[in-house]
């Protein structure tokens, strides 16, 4: 049996002319008490962690590398000024 809980973060908005990418995260704990977070809008964005706060850190470190790693690689990623995780319950 798993705790499933989700995490959406704030949808992509404008300030300032500037825009913001958001990602959400998906958390789902196991039977055996590791928490699992995971960010739907980008394929393969999923890491454990022994608490939520843990598996979130991993998560959002994970996706920044992702983005460097595509950016590096000349594939298209989302054109934010600025990527802002916040969670809303």
């Known amino acids: 049996m798993s705790n499933s809980t989700a995490c959406s973060f704030n949808d992509t908005v404008k300030v300032n002319n500037m825009r913001k990418t958001s990602f959400t995260i998906e958390y789902d704990q196991e039977i055996d ?4 977070a995971e960010v739907k809008e980008l394929s393969g964005v ?4 022994s608490t939520q706060v843990e598996a979130k ?4 470190a994970l996706t920044l590398r992702v983005l460097a790693d595509r950016l590096e690689a000349g ?14 319950k």
């Open 33 to 36: 008490g590791r928490w699992i």
């Open 46 to 49: 999923l890491c454990y962690g």
């Open 57 to 60: 850190a991993k998560a959002e």
């Open 75 to 88: 594939e298209q990623i989302p054109e934010p000024a600025s990527i802002e995780f916040s969670s809303r």
